[in-house]
């Protein structure tokens, strides 16, 4: 059984949640400085980190698997609502619907990760991005269950790269965030912050989040020697955001295409 909804929006409104949120955001931010016109879809519990895309986004959903519950997002009095509720494995849209699609308190608990990734795959458009936000074995949010990202399995990120090449994406940028201590002391905005510029230059292996991006080919996956960059003026705007080349991807061949 997954963490229920409401105890995860408790979370985002306390300290800590913030503190995740924006440290979050800062990567998404330097990856997509620009989704005007796009589709975006959130899976999982990712609405307090689509909201920022929100305004300029052509449409952006955040789906909630029933298993977790679903509230209402975005909350604000007189906003329509743009939360769905419906089966882990099974969603509610076309294929290719979806140009961008946030993963967040998604993979930790799900009851099955290859078919949850294909769902994924299936409704995200062509060369489509997809970003994993989930729990680092290695951090120490993982190991607090006070908070939503102590709960489930938390990945390393050999266990995500074969996770996400299983299911036809090819990883492109990986980042760490979030190294301030679980507790409320450190996550205040000033705190959290000294945390986060610290721990990108001192320990960069121990973020308590782990992200990577991926991206949907139709064709063979083609090996690459480093990340897709990242706009350097979104960089400088984000400090501590810098992403790490990917590993190298095999080629996909066709038996691989017909799973």
């Known amino acids: 059984m997954r963490t229920e909804a409401i105890e995860i929006d408790r979370f ?19 990856l997509w400085p ?7 879809l959130g899976y999982g519990f990712a609405g307090p ?14 789906f909630m698997p029933s298993t977790q519950g679903a509230v209402a997002w975005p909350d604000r009095h007189g906003e329509r609502c743009a939360s769905a509720l419906g089966e882990e494995t099974r969603l509610p849209f076309a294929e290719a619907m979806f140009d961008r699609i946030v993963a967040v308190h998604a993979l930790e608990e799900a009851d099955d990760l290859q078919r949850l ?20 074995r290695a951090g120490a949010w993982a190991r607090v269950d006070s908070t939503p990202f102590g709960h489930g399995r938390p990945f390393s990120r050999g266990q995500l790269t074969r996770l996400l090449t299983g299911a036809l994406f090819e990883p492109v940028a990986w980042a760490r965030a979030l190294y301030a201590p679980p507790w409320n002391l450190f996550c205040g905005p000033r705190l959290s912050g000294v945390f986060e510029s610290a721990g990108e230059r001192v320990w960069p292996g121990f973020g308590g989040l782990i992200l990577v991006e991926a991206v949907k080919h139709v064709g063979a996956i083609r090996p690459t020697t480093a990340a897709v960059p990242v706009r350097r003026k979104a960089l400088d705007a984000a400090p ?17 295409k017909c799973q």
């Open 12 to 30: 985002y409104r306390s300290q800590r949640g913030e503190a995740a949120r924006t440290m979050v955001h800062r990567r998404l931010q330097a």
């Open 34 to 40: 620009q989704v005007k016109g796009l589709d975006m």
């Open 49 to 62: 980190y689509l909201e920022p895309f929100r305004e300029h986004a052509r449409r952006a959903v955040a």
């Open 117 to 136: 990734l294909r769902e994924l795959w299936r409704v995200l458009a062509p060369e489509g991005r997809l970003v994993i936000v989930a729990a680092h």
């Open 240 to 256: 501590g955001a810098a992403l790490s080349p990917p590993e190298p991807s095999r080629t996909l061949t066709a038996k691989d």
